[in-house]
């Protein structure tokens, strides 16, 4: 038995060029998210839907890891916004000196610690953040593998973040999130299951990068860009005052 989409994407994916003898809505159970893409086939077979949010927890001894890691740098529990600046593709990554304004802006308001984290390959923009902020901020970076990263997401207070894979993490396992979006819809591929906001400039975009916008590839767009600080500010703010999550000190 071959479950294949009706009408399938074009351009066709490998998966989609063997023969189907079920075929499956572009989007399953009435919903548009792109979530209910991929559990679309479910329905086509006649399976009920009895989880559709995404969960996943971290292992206790990547936990252990976390843990001794926050009271290294002096951190507490549900007391730190994980900031993610990186992305797959320049363009998706919000500008470091607007990060580095919120960041100080929210720091003397709340007292909240700022933990930057990302891949080694997301250095550069993590490092033009702590030259920007006038607060300090605790540079994690490149610093372990996505097992740790979970797990010190979920001991987070909130996410802030370009639209990314840790950002979904962070939704996995608990953590509010505030997400930036260009292009790309958030209607669409917002996380579910946590309280949080999605940002998105006005569309449609005028360009402020043609050099480097690649129409309309989602991921290769600027629109990003175009996101003001005050907006962003505003969103940590609500979210913060919408969500309650107690503060442990690590010992």
């Known amino acids: 038995m071959r479950v294949g989409y009706d009408p399938p994407e074009r351009p066709l994916r490998w998966h989609e060029g063997q023969p189907a003898n079920v075929l499956a809505k572009p989007f399953g159970f009435g919903e548009r998210h792109f979530l209910y893409r991929y559990l679309s086939p479910l329905e086509a077979l006649g399976i009920d839907l009895r989880e559709s949010v995404p969960s996943i927890q971290p292992l206790p001894l990547e936990t252990a890891k976390a843990l001794t890691l926050l009271d290294r740098h ?11 600046a990186g992305a797959s593709f320049e363009g998706r ?11 100080d802006e ?55 973040g370009n639209e990314s894979g840790p950002m979904h993490m962070a939704a996995a396992v608990g953590t509010p999130v505030v997400g930036l979006y260009g292009l790309t819809d958030p209607a669409i591929w917002a996380p579910v299951g946590v309280p949080g906001i999605a940002l998105q400039p006005p569309m449609p975009c005028p360009c402020v990068a043609n050099e480097l916008c690649q129409w309309p590839d ?31 000190y690590v010992h």
Do not use: Y
């Open 74 to 84: 002096h951190l507490r529990r549900n007391a730190f916004i994980a900031v993610h």
């Open 93 to 103: 990554r919000w500008q470091p000196e607007r990060f580095a304004i919120v960041i």
């Open 218 to 248: 989602p991921s290769k767009a600027c629109c990003v860009w175009r996101l003001e600080v005050k907006p962003v500010v505003g969103a940590v703010r609500e979210v913060l005052s919408r969500t309650v999550k107690d503060v442990e």
């Open 106 to 160: 929210i720091s003397r308001e709340t007292g909240l610690d700022f933990v930057l984290v990302g891949g080694p390959d997301e250095r550069m923009p993590a490092e033009r953040i702590v030259a920007k902020t006038a607060l300090p901020v605790v540079n994690l970076v490149g610093t372990m593998p996505l097992e740790t990263l979970l797990a010190v997401l979920k001991q987070g207070r909130l996410f802030l």
